[in-house]
C-alpha cells in the first residue's frame, strides 16, 4: 500500500482534482527563474522579462519575423466585459440557443422536465455542454452529426426534490436515512458522457434537431472496451469485467480530439473524485495502492455519494473502492483503474462500442490535439494533464498513417512522452517506456501497463517539468507551433514568482507554446515561449511585450482553437468560487476571445451568462456558424438563494433552473465568422 499524504485542501473550482504530485521535479517557475534570473521577475520589471522571453531562441526568431506579418484578419467590434444573464456578441452578429441540458434526441424521448427520470436522461442532451465537434454529412455546412461532451452536473439543479430546499455539504440531495435515491442517481450518471445528434439548419436559419438512427447518449454506464497495452492486464480486472477488456461509462468528459480518419476521442479529467476508497492501514491511517493516491482518489467521501444510493445496486456500489473481499474480482477495487482514459467514438456507426485508448496514458485529461498527419508518417497528438503542478504530453505512433486503412489502431501502439522545459529556452520529450531510465522493476514498474496505468508517477520518476493546470492545446495550421493554455495556479508561491507567472498565486494564467526541432512533430526537441500573459491592464502582457486593453483583456485562458484561416479562439474559466471576487471582479462573465498569432492582436467576441463558463468551440466547413457550449450557468447561485428557490442565472429560458446549452453563432451578412 501506499500511503495518502492528507493535506489542508478546499477545492477553488467544482470538481478541481486534491493536489496529489508531492514529487521534486522543478516547476514550470523554477526553469524560468534560472533561465531569466529574479531581477526580472517582480511586477515593476515585467516589460523586461517579457523582453527576455523572446530572445535568443529559434522560436524567438520566428516570433519578431511574424510581428512583420499581417497573419489573419479580425474584423469584428470588439465586445466590452459583462455581467448580463445573456450572450454578448459583436454588432452584426447573432446567436441562436440549440439542445439545452434536457433535449430530446429523439422522437420518442420526453421534453425537459425537472421531473424527468433516470431512464428519460439517456435519451435527451446531457449536461455541462464541453468539448464539441460537427461532423458534416457528405461535405455539408447545413448538415451534420454535432457531438458533444458532458463534463459534470450540479445535482441541486436535477431534481424535484432539492429545488428549493437546503442540501447537505456536497450539494446533492440526502434521505434522512443518510442515502441518495436510486433513481437521481441514475440521471446524474446518464447527464455524464456524450451526446451525438444530427442538427440541420433549415430554410429559416434555424439550426434543429433531426430524429436520425446515429442520435444516441454515451453516458457513465454505457459498456466500454479497453483497448492498447493496459487490455486484459490484472490492473484492470474486475467483477464486471473478469478478463479485462471492459469497462462502464465515461466520466468527466472535458475537451475532445478528432482523429485523422474522423472519429471523436472524449477525455476523461477531473474523474478520481467520482470514487472513495476508505481503506486503512494498521496504524489507522488513510492507506491506498498507487494507482488511487497519486491520482487523488478521495479518502472519505466521493464526489457525488453514487455509492451510496439506496438498495446498493452493483452499478452504483462500484463508486466504492475500497477493499471488501479476497480479490479484485469480489469487490471494485479496480474500478478507478477504468478511468482516467482518451476514449474513441464513432460518431456514423451507431452500434459501435467506445474504446478507452490506454497508450496514450492515463491522467485528468483535459483534451488531445493531432499534429498535421501525412501519408507514410507516424500520428501525432499532444494532452495536457489538467491539475496544479501535473504536465504535457505527446504520443507518437508506432506505425505510419495510411489514409486508406487508418483506425484507432493506430494509437494503441507508440510512444508516450512527457515534457521537460529547460531554462535555455528549449525543451525535450522524456519517453515513458518500461524499461528506458528509471521506468525499470527496481523502481516499482512491472509492465509497460504499469507505467501507463501509473502514467503520472512515471513522469515524475523521468524529471518532468510541474505546469500549471495544462488544459485546451491547438496547432496552428500555419506555421505547426503547438499553443497550451495554462490556466492558473492559486498555489504558487511569492518566491516563485517569474516572466511566465509573474505574480504570487497565480490566478490569471499564461498561453505557452512550442515548435518542434526542424517542425517534426516526431522529434524528441522542441523550442518554447510565451505568447500571452492573461490579466488585466496592470498584470499582463501581450506577444509584443504590452499590456492587454480593456477591449481584450482576460483571465485564466482555458478553451483554444484554431480555425481554418489561422484566427485563435481563447474561451475562459475562471471558476464559479472565484468569478466576480477580487481582482478576477474586473473581468465580468468568462468570455471568447479571438487572437492573430502573428501579431499578438487580440479582441473579446463573446460574453456569456451568469456564472457560467465557456468552451467548446467549433465551425461549420465553410466558417459562416459557430458553435460555442455554455456550461453551468448560474452556478455562483449561493446556498441561501438556493434555498429560497431563487437562481443567480435563468438562461437561455429566462425562467426556471438554468440550463447549460450550445449557442449557435452566425453573421447578420452571412460572412465568415471573426473575418
Known amino acids: ?32 527563474e534560472a533561465r531569466f534570473g529574479r531581477r526580472g521577475l517582480l511586477k515593476g520589471a515585467l516589460g523586461t522579462a517579457i523582453a527576455g522571453l523572446f530572445s535568443g531562441t529559434a522560436l524567438a526568431t520566428l516570433a519578431r519575423e511574424a510581428l512583420a506579418a499581417a497573419g ?106 443518510g442515502l441518495r435515491d436510486p433513481d437521481e442517481v441514475l440521471k446524474e450518471i446518464n447527464a455524464h458522457g456524450v451526446t451525438i445528434v444530427r442538427i440541420k439548419r433549415g430554410d429559416d436559419g434555424q439550426w434543429r434537431v433531426v430524429d436520425d438512427p446515429r442520435n444516441r447518449r454515451i453516458t457513465a454506464a454505457t459498456p466500454m472496451e479497453i483497448g492498447g497495452p493496459v487490455r486484459g ?18 466520466i468527466n468528459n472535458c475537451a475532445h480530439g478528432v482523429t485523422p480518419w474522423n472519429t471523436y476521442l472524449t477525455c476523461e479529467e477531473n474523474w ?93 485529461h483535459e483534451g488531445v490535439i493531432f499534429a498535421p498527419t501525412k501519408p507514410g508518417k507516424p500520428v501525432v497528438c499532444y494532452s495536457g494533464d489538467d491539475a496544479r503542478f501535473e504536465y504535457i504530453y505527446k504520443f507518437v505512433s508506432a506505425k505510419a498513417y495510411d489514409p486508406a486503412t487508418a483506425s484507432g489502431a493506430l494509437l494503441d501502439e507508440g510512444t508516450l512522452y512527457v515534457a521537460k522545459f529547460n531554462p535555455d529556452g528549449t525543451g525535450e520529450w522524456l519517453p515513458l517506456v518500461f524499461g528506458k531510465g528509471p521506468l525499470t522493476p527496481e523502481n516499482g514498474f512491472t509492465s509497460q501497463a504499469d507505467v501507463l496505468v501509473n502514467t503520472r508517477l512515471a513522469a515524475d520518476k523521468l524529471g518532468a517539468t510541474k505546469m500549471d493546470r495544462p488544459e485546451w492545446g491547438a496547432v496552428d495550421p500555419g506555421t505547426g507551433m503547438v499553443y497550451f493554455t495554462l490556466t492558473n495556479n492559486s498555489r504558487r508561491k511569492p518566491e516563485q514568482v517569474e516572466p511566465a507567472n509573474p505574480r504570487p498565486a497565480s490566478e490569471f494564467g499564461h498561453i505557452i507554446r512550442w515548435r518542434e526541432e526542424n517542425d517534426d512533430h516526431t522529434s524528441t526537441r522542441f523550442t518554447w515561449d510565451i505568447f500571452v500573459l492573461a490579466g488585466g491592464p496592470d498584470d499582463s502582457r501581450d506577444l509584443a511585450g504590452k499590456p492587454l486593453a480593456a477591449t481584450s483583456m482576460f483571465a485564466c485562458p482555458d478553451g483554444l482553437w484554431f480555425d481554418a484561416d489561422r484566427r485563435l479562439w481563447i474561451q475562459t474559466d475562471m471558476g464559479e468560487e472565484n468569478m466576480y471576487k477580487g481582482k478576477l471582479a474586473q473581468f465580468g462573465s468568462n468570455q471568447m476571445l479571438c487572437a492573430n498569432p502573428e501579431t499578438g492582436e487580440i479582441r473579446r467576441f463573446l460574453v456569456g451568462p451568469i456564472g457560467q463558463e465557456i468552451t467548446g468551440v467549433v465551425t461549420t466547413p465553410d466558417q459562416r456558424t459557430m458553435f460555442i457550449n455554455v456550461q453551468h450557468p448560474g452556478a455562483t447561485t449561493s446556498k441561501e438563494d438556493f434555498a429560497a428557490g431563487k437562481f443567480a442565472s435563468n438562461w437561455p429560458d429566462g425562467k426556471g433552473v438554468p440550463r447549460s446549452a450550445t449557442v449557435v453563432i452566425t453573421r447578420e451578412d452571412g460572412g465568415i465568422i471573426g473575418a
Not at 492486464?233 to 465515461?250: I, L, Q
Open 72 to 177: 489573419p484578419k479580425i474584423g469584428f467590434e470588439p465586445v466590452p466585459v459583462s455581467t448580463a444573464d445573456a450572450v454578448t456578441v459583436p454588432p452584426g452578429y447573432k446567436v441562436q440557443v440549440l439542445i439545452p441540458w434536457g433535449t430530446p434526441i429523439d422522437g420518442k424521448a420526453p421534453a425537459f422536465s425537472i421531473d424527468n427520470t433516470g431512464a428519460d436522461q439517456a435519451r435527451q442532451v446531457g449536461s455541462h455542454h464541453d468539448g464539441m465537434h460537427f461532423f458534416p454529412i457528405d461535405g455539408s455546412s447545413s448538415d451534420g452529426l454535432l457531438v458533444v461532451n458532458h463534463e459534470y452536473v450540479e445535482p441541486r439543479f436535477m431534481h424535484k426534490s432539492a429545488i428549493g430546499k437546503p442540501l447537505s455539504e456536497d450539494d446533492v440531495p440526502m434521505g434522512a436515512d
Open 233 to 250: 492486464t490484472d490492473f484492470v480486472k474486475t467483477k464486471y469485467s473478469p478478463d479485462g477488456t471492459r469497462t462502464r461509462g465515461t
Open 1 to 32: 500500500m501506499e500511503r495518502i499524504v492528507e493535506i489542508d485542501w478546499e477545492p477553488e473550482e467544482h470538481g478541481d482534482e486534491r493536489p496529489s504530485n508531492f514529487s521534486n521535479n522543478p516547476t514550470f517557475a523554477e526553469i524560468v
Open 272 to 364: 478520481a473524485g467520482y470514487f472513495v476508497n476508505r481503506d486503512k492501514g494498521a496504524d489507522g491511517k488513510p492507506a491506498q495502492p498507487r494507482e488511487h493516491a497519486r491520482y487523488g482518489v478521495p479518502t472519505e467521501k466521493s464526489r457525488y455519494s453514487w455509492e451510496r444510493a439506496r438498495g446498493g445496486a452493483d452499478e452504483f456500489a462500484r463508486f466504492d473502492a475500497s477493499k471488501r473481499g479476497a480479490s479484485a474480482l469480489e469487490d471494485y477495487r479496480n474500478e478507478p483503474n477504468g478511468f482516467g482514459w482518451v476514449v474513441e467514438i464513432d460518431p456514423f456507426r451507431p452500434n459501435s462500442v467506445p474504446i478507452k485508448r490506454t497508450a496514450l496514458g492515463r491522467f485528468a
